[in-house]
């Protein structure tokens, strides 16, 4: 398994400010996500992030609007750019073990836009 | 398209009274279904993967099973801790987790 810890766990946020999300794991993966999860919705995903790799992101996401970094094995990050009140949602980082077929989610960071 | 759908939306239990959650799917090339476990508030818990048809898992008071079209998660006897939404993901040849909707079980005491 994998152990994630994001920060902050929550936020409340300005509309036109930007908001870098943190994601760390307890164990080198090559494969980390980014997922967001609007209110009452289910999981959609915004970007894969390689390291050694520009991040790959899905339709309708992005790179000035989520950029990404992917430094080394245990970190990523994920900026949510110029927000608005629809950006707020749950953002939640995801790896994928390189031994296993199981993907684990972190706690997920809670971001209000007023 | 690969597609998932998850029912009931929502379940209403007394303590005790069990049910099935169903996860319909339509993928190219299944390479895994995955249930996970969503508290308010909090990143799904991962609770099994399942890869062919007829194979099951059990853990607790949980047993998943599946089929070529569809799985299920049986709960027997539920408690009021078991209350949370349930979610269905499927990958597929693209290696991507595709994610049902979810369906959230209330159980009462």
């Known amino acids: 398994s994998a152990v994630i810890s994001q920060k902050p766990s929550r936020d409340i946020c300005q509309r036109g400010t930007s908001l870098t999300i943190q994601c760390q794991v307890d164990?080198?993966?090559?494969?980390m996500f980014w997922y967001r999860q609007q209110p009452g919705q289910s999981l959609t995903l915004i970007a894969t992030a390689n390291q050694g790799s520009e991040a790959t992101y899905e339709s309708g996401f992005v790179i000035d609007k989520f950029p990404i970094s992917r430094p080394n094995l245990t970190f990523s990050t994920l900026t949510v750019s110029n927000m608005s009140p629809e950006d707020s949602s749950i953002y939640l980082c995801?790896?994928?073990?390189?031994?296993?077929?199981?993907?684990?989610f972190g706690p997920g960071t809670r971001l209000t836009v007023l | 398209e690969d597609q998932v759908t998850q029912s009931p939306e929502a379940l209403r239990l007394q303590e005790g009274e069990s049910s099935s959650l169903n996860c319909s799917y339509t993928v190219s090339g299944l390479r895994g279904l995955f249930w996970y476990r969503q508290d308010p508030g909090k990143g799904p818990e991962f609770l099994f993967t399942?890869?062919?048809a007829g194979e099951e898992k059990e853990k607790e008071r949980l047993k998943a099973t599946l089929t070529k079209k569809e799985s299920f998660l049986h709960i027997t006897a539920p408690k009021p801790e078991d209350s949370a939404t349930y979610l269905c993901a499927v990958r597929s040849n693209t290696g991507k987790l595709i994610f049902g909707q979810g369906t959230t079980l209330q159980v009462k005491p």
């Open positions: 995801s790896v994928h073990p390189d031994n296993t077929d199981t993907q684990y």
């Open positions: 164990s080198q993966v090559t494969m």
């Open positions: 399942l890869y062919s």
